[in-house]
């Protein structure tokens, strides 16, 4: 069972203590979600880039330095990344939190760039941290370069899945409304990406949520896209719509 405890106000639960503001200590929205695999608290940094924090580790996904310092956040245990495009493989942002003990999971194109890491592909999964990662394919079909290219090709570039316990996490990478989306089962919460004209205008993104239907949607990645249309468009398919500073 998945419990949230939104940012939005300050929660308390008597007993248990729980204690949430409205953003963290770097001063980033957070929402703290309580699932049967324990807190999970997801780290809201802009763009396509987030910090998921569970059981004392810390997960980095698709990290980028025009969105956040990140010799001020907290190193990484793992890090995710979904594609080798610059504001998703970002050097300047993992020389400030990447370890020699930091486990890093990637795509093939990314690891060639990176010189190391561990690939993951459509279709496979990884255990990252004690929780399964699905990696899920991730393609434009619309949205294409001057030379026909699509910006993200079919079968290179990944979404994951995150599991923590019986709460699934979908990241989508940079992505349309692709027809394996149906395939999607029991999603929580998702993210889905709304940057024009490389991913969904606010009807595919809307589109791809009611092919597999998260509980919680947060449109992230948007760049100048209004996510209010998603809620708009979405206002009455029982699906619940957070924007947050994802732009």
């Known amino acids: 069972m998945l419990k949230l405890i939104s940012v939005a106000m300050v929660s308390m639960f008597l007993g248990g203590l729980w204690l949430c503001g409205a953003a963290s200590a770097a001063g980033f929205e957070e929402d703290v979600f309580r699932t049967s695999a324990g807190e999970v608290t997801i780290t809201f940094l802009g763009h396509g880039t987030l910090m998921v924090s569970f059981g004392g580790r810390v997960l980095h996904v698709d990290p980028y330095s025009k969105v956040a310092d990140y010799s001020a956040l907290p190193k990484a245990d793992a890090v995710l990344i979904t594609h080798e495009h610059q504001d998703h493989l970002d050097n300047e942002a993992l020389k400030h939190i990447v370890t020699d003990e930091t486990d890093i999971v990637l795509n093939r194109k990314s690891a060639a760039a990176l010189g190391k890491g561990r690939i993951i592909g459509n279709g496979e999964s990884k255990k990252v941290l004690g929780i399964k990662v699905e990696a899920v394919p991730a393609y434009n079909i619309v949205h294409k370069r001057d030379n026909g290219q699509p910006f993200h090709p079919k079968g290179e570039h990944n979404g994951y899945v995150l599991n923590f316990g019986d709460t699934r996490i979908y990241v989508a990478g940079d992505t349309e ?3 394996e989306m149906k395939d999607l089962q029991d999603i929580t919460i998702a993210f889905l990406p709304m940057n024009l004209p490389y991913t ?48």
């Open 200 to 247: 969904m205008t606010p009807e595919m993104a809307a589109d791809a949520a009611l092919s597999f239907r998260p509980k919680i949607l947060y449109p992230y990645h948007y760049g100048q896209t209004d996510p209010e249309k998603l809620v708009d468009l979405l206002k009455d398919s029982g699906i619940e719509v957070r924007v947050r500073k994802m732009s």
């Open 177 to 179: 409304n692709i027809p």
